[in-house]
């Protein structure tokens, strides 16, 4: 698992590896692009939103919606990140900090339409990550969502054929999300299988 030193240091060349591994149709990274693309169209479906960006990296996600019209908030842990993302989106209200640890107050006094983590929640154990998202539930507006991306799996017999199937590129430090798992701790939690590796999660208040 890599620390805030180490995301640094992966910044300028995060989007390439993605892309590498997406094109391979490899573990992590498969369907990556239809999993953003997927939050993207759910995020417009709506009006013009007001987004929370969880672990926003370079925002190649909230770009695009920020760019559209919607107010962008986030918080990630590295500043080398934070700062491709705000070069990206001049206006928006961006905070380095570990949200493990919590988030800004800046972010905890606001309410949201749309709250967004694309592969950045794994870091989380299952207590952590009901934790963390029955919080941000108390950050929605009315009818907003929480919307996350990342590798994820209906069930465990998923994931464990998928580690199987990866071999040594599996990541052990990494704790990926099983909606049948986490469904009786989250009720009405759903989620949309994008490709053998991930998919969408999605929770209302």
Known sequence: MLDQHGFDLWADGYDKSVGLSEEADQYPFAGYRQV????????????????????FGTAVLTAKLYAQGCEI??????AQMLAAAQSKMPNARLYQGD??????????????DAIVATYSLHHLDDGQKVAFLRQLQTLLAPGGRILIGDVAFETLAELTRCRAESGPLW?????YFVAETLRPHLPGLAFTRISHCAGVLELGR
Do not use: K, N, W
């Open 36 to 55: 953003l693309g997927t939050i993207y169209d759910r995020v417009l479906s709506g009006p013009h939103a007001r987004v929370l960006d969880i672990g």
């Open 73 to 78: 908030c986030g918080q990630d842990f590295s």
């Open 99 to 112: 949200f493990a640890a919590g988030l800004a107050p800046e972010l905890a006094a606001r309410q949201y």
């Open 171 to 175: 990541d052990d430090d990494e704790i």
